[in-house]
């Protein structure tokens, strides 16, 4: 039998309510919470999000904690921020560059690049309307034009 949750009009995109955040968080980070450390603020604030973007953030919440619970922790408590900044590329961006990170340089790094999601976006932004050196050597050299 389909899910009658789905049929149900107004149903199918509506956003994650708080505590059904909560215990999805409660689920995927559950090594790192403690009695003072919960998954309440990060579920409240991802309780704020379109239901996609909660979808996104449970998903690589999910992806992330499978490498490291404290950097999932890191990712869902800057998401909502990173939202405010980036678009869903952009985003994926940070991801994937925090996770280098972690990868190549370790957890305080990865957690450090996590929460400097503004000055990520910011980088972004000066990337997307910047050319590089390589980039006019390219143009010129297919111009003949030399330095």
């Known amino acids: 039998m389909a899910d009658r949750k789905n049929k149900v009009p107004g149903r199918v995109n509506q956003p994650l309510a708080e505590l059904e955040i909560e215990g999805r968080l409660e689920d995927l980070l559950g090594a790192v919470l403690t ?15 379109y239901r ?69 976006a910011e980088k972004l932004v000066q990337k997307r309307y910047s050319v590089t050196f390589n980039d006019v050597v390219t143009v010129m050299n297919k111009r003949n034009v030399h330095f």
């Open 52 to 120: 996609s973007e909660q979808d996104f953030a449970l998903h690589w919440t999910g992806v992330i904690s499978k490498s490291n619970s404290e950097m999932a922790f890191q990712f869902v408590s800057h998401v909502t921020q990173a939202f405010s900044l980036l678009d869903i590329d952009g985003v994926t961006q940070w991801i994937i560059e925090a996770m280098d990170i972690y990868d190549r340089d370790g957890l305080y790094l990865g957690s450090a690049a996590l929460r400097g999601v503004e000055s990520f």
């Open 35 to 49: 009695s003072r450390r919960t998954a309440a603020e990060p579920a409240r604030k991802l309780s704020r999000l």
